[in-house]
């Protein structure tokens, strides 16, 4: 399975201003999981 290099993310910028972005996927080390939700 191929990792995605972006994601859709809810950014908090400020009180009550919530934006969605296309952000970078983080980088997983050897004793983490990446979930899709």
């Given at each position: 399975m191929e990792i995605p290099k972006t994601m859709k993310a809810a950014?908090?910028?400020?009180p009550e201003h919530?934006?969605?972005?296309?952000?970078?996927?983080?980088?997983?080390g050897?004793?983490?999981v990446l979930i899709e939700v």
């Open positions: 950014v908090l910028h400020k919530l934006t969605l972005e296309e952000v970078p996927v983080p980088e997983i050897d004793d983490e």
